[in-house]
């Protein structure tokens, strides 16, 4: 079966869309700075354009009506015409000055009216060219003086309202002053906000992306090692629909062909062991028959080939039972039936069941298990099995005149007890510790010269998980090998 799915956003589109976002808001931050900025200057341009150019010229127009006023009084007590030319200078510059400031209407800058009142005063008297043509066609002093000159009502009127519109021009760059303060505020506040939401939604969508796609690695690591590990795996869960959640589910649908298959390969072994079962027997009782001479004398090379045919029988028939075990045995298909087990008499006992075939290589098999230690709780039968199959093949690897020794420990903290077998063997190579407990695994140093299904381990490991122990080894090349496994001490933990 093909698991498929319709993807949603992808780790693409996740990752352009998070990218749009910060981008966008960077973006926005920018042109709020840059509206802010503008204001900035254009409040900046006013300052300098009309206000600093207000300030200026009416500071000279009332320098310069009191030069004139001072000039035409000096005129009029003196009669020197250095005075004159002095009042026209000083009125020239003033009509200047008054000219500057309300030319600066043309150029779109709003100034108060008072600048107009200013002119319409200054209107009803001679211009300084009007001035100059006077004096320039008079014919005496007394002449000139008659039409020489401003009233001084006049200077003081004009001062006044220069002032006047001076101090207004003041208030308004005053207030001009403290709005591009405000702006400059208010821009670097708003900078750093939009820095800071930047910030924050940048390091959530870190966060997210992150997330999403750690979440989904870390299950799909944990079913890898599961299947490198247990051979199976269990279904992983990953809702996204993206990339991960497609790999997810060809994942799935892989551990589903591999478990399907694995169960077709267990039946199919099952069926077949069983299929063999009957025809094998009837040849082994034969060969029996036979050997014991019921259907006649047999002479001694008879004989001879007769013990090889039943000896490779009983090879076979060892075989089909290990095979039968695996199939029944698989994890969550095997059943615990769970009692009170004595420890030192379970122990015990596989160990003497054993003994010939240590014997046969000089080899030793003591125990190391304390008098006052608790009870096992356990199926007896499967745990015998456990047993028979560490210790059998720490006789099997086991180099004449070894030592085995069978340790059983209580671990009160864990409510369980720990068995240890440590033998003399020739140990097992670093890399393939993870793969002892794989079914049909034999290592690569025992392939060639010793028989075996590779079958006992895995069994022994299905066994023990179904009890809620746990099962390990530990090996140095040369110094022997550790196989250990725990049961628990009560029927609560088994449950």
């Given amino acids: 079966m093909r698991i498929t799915m319709n993807p949603g956003y992808g780790i693409t589109s996740k990752m352009l869309i998070w990218f749009l976002i910060v981008v966008s808001m960077f973006y926005a931050t920018i042109l709020v700075l840059y509206v802010h900025i503008q204001q900035a200057v254009q409040i900046s341009g006013s300052i300098t354009n009309k206000n600093y150019t207000i300030s200026s010229s009416s500071r000279k127009m009332t320098e310069n009506l009191l030069a004139m006023e001072e000039n035409e009084k000096k005129y009029r007590l003196l009669k020197k015409k250095d005075y004159l030319q002095f009042f026209s200078a000083a009125q020239t510059t003033f009509e ?11 150029k779109g800058v709003i100034i108060s009216k008072e600048w107009d009142d200013i002119y319409e005063a200054y209107r009803q008297f001679p211009s300084a060219a009007e001035m100059n043509l006077k004096v320039e066609r008079a014919e005496s002093d007394e002449t000139l003086l008659a039409g020489f000159g401003i009233p001084e009502k006049l200077i003081d009127e004009l001062i006044v309202k220069i002032s006047s519109a001076r101090l207004q021009n003041e208030k308004e760059m005053l207030q001009s002053t403290q709005e591009l303060n405000r702006r400059g505020r208010i821009s670097a506040q708003q900078g750093m ?4 939401i930047t910030s924050v939604v940048g390091l959530i969508g870190i966060i997210f992306l992150a997330y999403s ?7 799909l690591i944990n079913g890898i090692r599961s299947i490198s590990k247990d051979r199976h795996s269990n279904p992983i869960q990953v809702r996204s629909k993206d990339e991960f959640g497609e790999l997810a589910a060809a994942f799935n649908d892989m551990t589903a062909r591999l478990k399907q298959e694995e169960q077709m390969r267990s039946d199919f072994i099952s069926m077949l062991s069983h299929e063999i079962r009957t025809p094998l027997t009837s040849i082994r009782e034969s060969v029996s028959m036979i050997s014991e001479e019921v259907m006649g004398p047999v002479n001694k ?5 007769l013990e090889i045919a039943g000896s490779e029988i009983d090879r076979i028939c060892d075989l089909l039972n290990h095979l039968m075990q695996a199939s029944r045995l698989e994890p969550g298909a095997l059943k615990v039936r769970g009692r009170r087990l004595d420890t030192y008499a379970l122990v015990s006992t596989c160990i003497e069941s054993l003994k010939p075939a240590a014997e046969v290589k000089n080899v030793t098999i003591k125990h190391d298990i304390p008098t006052d230690l608790p009870n096992a709780f356990g199926d007896k039968k499967q745990i015998q ?23 059983v420990t209580a671990d009160d903290e864990m409510n369980s007890l720990i068995f240890t077998i440590m033998d ?12 002892l407990f794989n079914k049909y695994y034999r290592g690569q140093n025992v392939r060639d010269h010793m028989d075996g299904t590779g079958l006992g381990l895995s069994i022994a490991k299905n066994i023990v998980e179904a009890h809620n122990g746990t099962i390990w080894v530990s090996s140095q090349v040369g110094k022997g090998s550790v196989f250990g496994f725990s049961l628990p001490k009560t029927e609560r933990l088994l449950q």
């Fill in 301 to 305: 090379r008879q004989h001879k080939f």
């Fill in 193 to 196: 906000i939009g820095l800071g």
């Fill in 213 to 219: 796609m750690i979440r989904p690695l870390k299950e």
């Fill in 96 to 106: 200047e000055n008054l000219v500057e400031i309300l030319q600066l209407r043309s």
């Fill in 385 to 407: 099995q456990v047993l028979l199959n560490l210790i059998g093949n720490a006789v099997k690897f086991s180099e004449l005149n070894g030592e085995i020794i069978v340790r």
């Fill in 424 to 435: 003399s063997g020739p140990g097992i190579l670093e890399e393939e510790l993870d793969l």
